[in-house]
């Protein structure tokens, strides 16, 4: 196959007299990553040998053989026969040296009325374009898990935090429904995103455009782009599209992140919300007792480098002058690895949800009962009885400090001592901060009223069908 160990001087136009420096040769090279790419640029390659035969650049037979010769190349490399080294460059010169070995001199006709500037753009935007679906697809069948475990919990309470202090009680449910909600907006966000990955730069040539009579719309639909580059120069050096899904893909990063790092906890025994299953945990090489959420905190370690994908993006395009320059080659692994990463991650996370993890209900139970988080609801209680919210506030507040002076909780206090401390207390206060109560009454619209958290689920379970 093509092991060619051409000099690099090959690849020049005959200005080059002497070949590049072994080292300065594996610098310069992007082949060892951009292979990656290899599936979009024979795809890419035949909507441009279509365009060049159909607007009569080249012949309709050489365009048929440039197509078929690339497709060649497609099954060699899907077979494991085309590997090619250093001395290739990039994946754009292996493909075109190449198809020149397999069909003879038409081959180096392909890059006709073409540069590898609009050819990696075009390139990049099918791979991300692609990758994007898949993402979206990950998110739908993690929120497929976080539905039915919302579906199972609804009138299970877990203690709502505010500072990461008991705040309110509230549905389990309505807790995995936020990151619904949150992932909703991720998937979205990238549909978004997908609409300006999807435009074609291919026909800006070098930086310019082309002499030569060009159809870029005809081989933009071959490629179901949704559209082209209007300005060439914008076609070869933009880059926003990778730095959007980078930013994007840190959103979705983050989200993971808040939750593993709410796993990490309720797994710990000072919550015990959680019991980690066998199959995510992992044990302590010197620990017998320990079993580790290495899942959800190998996700939240991975959050950081998506993060610096992003920042490299960033500055990589800070002060490039216009058009193309040799920096951009390094756009790639840093998409490549930020694509990646999401996608492991969103993986070993809905593994996690759906099979990794039991919420220990009776320690829920417990949990929801041994603290102060209906002292609102006293307060409500009596603002219902037209005492003004912020004195009955101030009085909660009173009872709180006595009661914890006495080591009770308030469902422990008697008639007595409530009518004591206002008149408006009647017996039914018991039911008033009993804490499924506390939940129930909390029926405004978004709040976590099992009514509410009910319709919130099916609406959700309605929207993950969407498309
Ligand atoms: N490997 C290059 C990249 O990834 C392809 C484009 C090279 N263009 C150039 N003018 N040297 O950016």
Redesign the pocket.
């Known amino acids: 196959m093509t092991q060619a160990n051409q000099p690099s001087t090959q690849t020049w136009s005959q200005r080059f007299e002497s070949t590049l420096h072994p080292a300065i040769a594996d610098f310069n090279a ?1 082949i060892h990553f ?1 292979i990656q790419l290899i599936e979009y640029d024979l795809t890419g390659s035949q909507a441009h040998a279509e365009m060049l035969a159909k607007t009569g650049i080249i012949s309709a037979d050489e365009g048929a053989e440039l197509v078929r010769g690339l497709e060649q190349i497609r099954q060699e490399y899907r077979q494991g026969n085309f590997t090619p080294g250093t001395d290739a ?4 010169f292996a493909v075109e040296r190449r198809l020149t070995e397999l069909v003879g001199d038409v081959g180096k006709k392909l890059h006709t009325a073409r ?3 609009d ?2 753009g075009t390139d990049t935007r099918l791979y991300l374009r692609d990758q994007i679906q898949q993402i979206r697809q990950q998110i739908r069948q993690f929120q497929e898990v976080l539905l039915s475990l919302a579906s199972q919990h609804v009138r299970t309470l877990i203690p709502g935090y505010t500072h990461l202090q008991r705040a309110q009680p509230i549905s389990l449910a309505h807790h995995l429904l936020a990151y619904f909600e949150m992932t909703q907006r991720d998937w979205q966000r990238l549909g978004e995103i997908c609409q300006r990955v999807n435009i074609s730069p291919l026909g800006s040539g ?1 930086l310019a455009g082309t002499t030569f009579p060009i159809d870029r719309h005809f081989a933009a639909e071959r490629l179901n782009f949704g559209g082209v580059y209007a300005n060439s120069l914008d076609g070869v050096s933009d880059r926003d599209f990778a730095i959007e899904f980078l930013c994007a893909a840190s959103l979705i990063m983050v989200h993971l992140s808040r939750l593993s790092e709410e796993v990490i906890l309720w797994a710990s025994q000072e919550f015990s919300f959680v019991s980690l299953k066998d199959s995510c945990a992992t044990g302590s090489s010197i620990m017998p007792q320990k079993k580790n959420p290495d899942v959800p905190e190998l996700v939240r370690g991975k959050t950081g480098r998506v993060f610096g994908h992003l920042q490299a993006m960033l500055v990589l395009m800070k002060g490039l002058p216009l058009a ?1 320059n ?1 920096d ?2 390094e ?2 692994e840093a998409l490549f690895d930020g694509v990646k990463t999401v996608k492991v991650c969103l993986e070993a996370m809905t593994i996690l949800l759906s099979e990794g993890l039991e919420f220990q209900t009776a320690r829920l139970t417990e949990a929801v009962n041994e603290d102060f988080s209906n002292a609102t609801d006293v307060a409500d209680y009596l603002a219902k009885k037209g005492v003004p919210f912020r004195e009955a506030y101030g009085l909660v507040g009173k009872v709180v400090k006595t009661s914890l002076a006495a080591n009770k909780l308030l469902k422990d206090l008697t008639l007595d001592e409530w009518k004591d401390l206002h008149p408006a207390f009647e017996a039914d206060v018991y039911d008033a901060i009993a804490p499924e109560q506390v939940v129930s009454a909390r029926n405004s619209y978004g709040g976590t009223g099992f009514e509410q958290v009910q319709k919130a689920l099916e609406d959700a379970q309605k929207r993950v069908k969407e498309e």
Not at 89 to 92: C, Y
């Open positions: 992007s951009d460059e990039d994946v754009h540069s590898r500037n050819q990696v070098a193309y040799k951009l080659q756009d790639k």
